[in-house]
T-cell receptor, first 118, second 115 residues
Framework: AQKVTQAQTEISVVEKEDVTLDCVYE???????LFWYKQPPSGELVFLIR??????QNEISGRYSWNFQKSTSSFNFTITASQVVDSAVYFC???????????????FGQGTRLTINP | ETGVTQSPTHLIKTRGQQVTLRCSSQ?????VSWYQQALGQGPQFIFQ???????GRGNFPPRFSGLQFPNYSSELNVNALELDDSALYLC??????????????FGPGTRLTVL
């Protein structure tokens, strides 16, 4: 069975601090995909990044960076120099490539509520 | 904005009633997935429709059903509503089924309250 765990329920930091959101996943598949989504108060899930299980290269995009470590089944997300607009709930999700076998479903963690205080 | 729209925005129903939620997918997307997000939880997969047929289902009872139309818009129907059905219902569209390399684009959701 697939499972995603986000142990941090809530994080609160002061603006300009760096913050890391943790994600640990479980899967028996050798091919899988990992995602991070952001959910602002409006409710719409906003796609941030996708990584496949064969690509452990870490990525930096502006103030965002991701650390994928297959050995520890972790896919952590860091915001540097945080801003008030980064306040949202962040979800880590896992998906399998089922090809013709059926739907691609996303398995989400419980989310981390991030509050950036001015 | 993702181009995925959902209606209505909010809905209040009483236990035992039936409800229909609607989703218009992003232009050109032929696959629609539905998720239920209870308060304080992550979204849970309900089912997916690809080319007007159900293409996979999560752990939800048969009173959760759906439809997809030729224009790829979709409906989620819930019969015999229970209090625990109160949640945000999210619709996501994507191009093609079974390929997670294709990003899912989410709508703003419908907030359902069952009293």
């Amino acid at each position: 069975a697939q499972k995603v765990t986000q142990a941090q329920t809530e994080i609160s930091v002061v603006e300009k601090e760096d913050v890391t959101l943790d994600c640990v996943y479980e899967t028996r598949d050798t091919t899988y995909y990992l995602f991070w989504y952001k959910q602002p108060p409006s409710g719409e899930l906003v796609f941030l990044i996708r990584r496949n299980s064969f690509d452990e290269q870490n990525e930096i995009s502006g103030r965002y960076s991701w650390n994928f470590q297959k050995s520890t089944s972790s896919f952590n997300f860091t915001i540097t120099a945080s801003q008030v607009v980064d306040s949202a709930v962040y979800f880590c999700a896992l998906s399998q490539n089922r090809g013709d076998q059926g739907a691609q479903k996303l398995v989400f963690g419980q989310g981390t509520r991030l509050t950036i205080n001015p | 904005e993702t181009g995925v729209t959902q209606s209505p925005t909010h809905l209040i129903k009483t236990r035992g009633q039936q409800v229909t939620l609607r989703c218009s997918s992003q232009s050109g997307h032929n696959t629609v997935s539905w998720y239920q997000q209870a308060l304080g939880q992550g979204p849970q997969f309900i089912f997916q429709y690809y080319r007007e047929e159900e293409n996979g289902r999560g752990n939800f009872p048969p009173r959760f059903s759906g439809l997809q139309f030729p224009n790829y818009s979709s409906e989620l129907n819930v019969n015999a509503l229970e209090l625990d059905d109160s949640a945000l219902y999210l619709c996501a569209s994507t191009l093609g089924a079974g390929g997670p390399m294709n990003e899912q684009f989410f709508g703003p959701g419908t907030r359902l309250t069952v009293l």
